[in-house]
């Protein structure tokens, strides 16, 4: 029997630690991990455009170590020790790292920007206020309120039957996608301060005031770089459904 783990002295094989998994229903997360690896370290290895220097992972060591407070040679060796590794096998990683984000960037590269558009319509937020109440006729007096100069903020705390009213009605940044359509509708034909409805929604009317438009740009680096991990998780699945895998354990 081929020891893979051992536990106060006592052997445990392979096999078991794969019934044991299976049996905690984790064996397929665990196999997908393999797998993802697999297909990442496979086109790592065969890529000709993935050329890391040397000088930018031993400078990324560097600077690990000096936010950590890991300067000192003594306290990085217990630090790797307590943390399981080595200065070999860390390295390793931190260059590992920078090879997967460029292969992220040369796979998803020329897809994001068309990808950015298929999902424009999500990632386009806007800010609103909201009133929400159980009549169109009390929605509608309100709506005549606000436009004569009265306090949105507290109408929407006096009358508002949802759970925002206890912060003047303010809903936060909302996706344009998740809209109902009659809403976004309205919204994007309104201007910034504008208060839009009543416009009934689920047996109740509300009114709308837009605080701020946020547009989605590719400018934005985290929301670009968002948008590649996606498209690199859904390479990577596709790459992993093509491959014939066998588990064998003797």
């Not at 392979?14 to 196999?31: D, M, N, R, T, V």
């Not at 984000?101 to 990808?115: F, R």
């Not at 606000?146 to 929407?156: D, K, M, T, Y």
């Not at 996706?175 to 047996?203: C, F, N």
């Amino acid at each position: 029997m081929d020891t893979f783990l051992t536990v106060d002295e006592k052997p445990i094989s392979l096999e078991q630690a794969i019934k044991y998994l299976q049996s905690a229903g984790k064996l397929s997360p665990f196999i997908g991990d393999i797998l993802r690896q697999h297909v990442i370290e496979r086109e790592l290895q065969t890529r000709e455009d993935i050329d890391i220097s040397p000088a930018l992972t031993e400078q990324a060591v560097i600077d690990f170590r000096l936010q950590n407070r890991l300067s000192d040679a003594q306290s990085f060796q217990e630090w790797l020790k307590n943390n399981g590794t080595d200065y070999a096998s860390f390295h390793s990683s931190v260059a590992f790292g920078f090879k997967l984000e460029k292969l992220k960037v040369l796979v998803t590269q020329d897809k994001v920007q068309e990808y950015f558009i298929e999902r424009k319509l999500f990632l386009d937020r806007v800010v609103l206020s909201r009133i929400i109440v159980a009549e169109q006729e009390l929605a509608e007096e309100i709506h005549i309120q606000i436009e004569e100069g009265s306090n949105f903020e507290q109408l929407a705390k006096e009358y508002s039957m949802a759970d925002d009213k206890v912060v003047n009605g303010m809903m936060g940044p909302v996706s344009r996608g998740t809209m109902p359509d009659i809403l976004r509708a309205s919204v994007d034909v309104a201007q910034t301060g504008q208060t839009v409805g009543p416009i009934e929604l689920e047996g109740r009317w509300g009114l709308f005031r837009i605080e701020q438009f946020l547009p989605a740009s590719l400018e934005d680096n985290q929301l670009k770089q968002s948008l590649q991990n996606e498209l690199f998780e859904k390479w990577l699945a596709e790459k992993i459904q093509k491959l014939t895998v066998k588990l064998q354990v003797t």
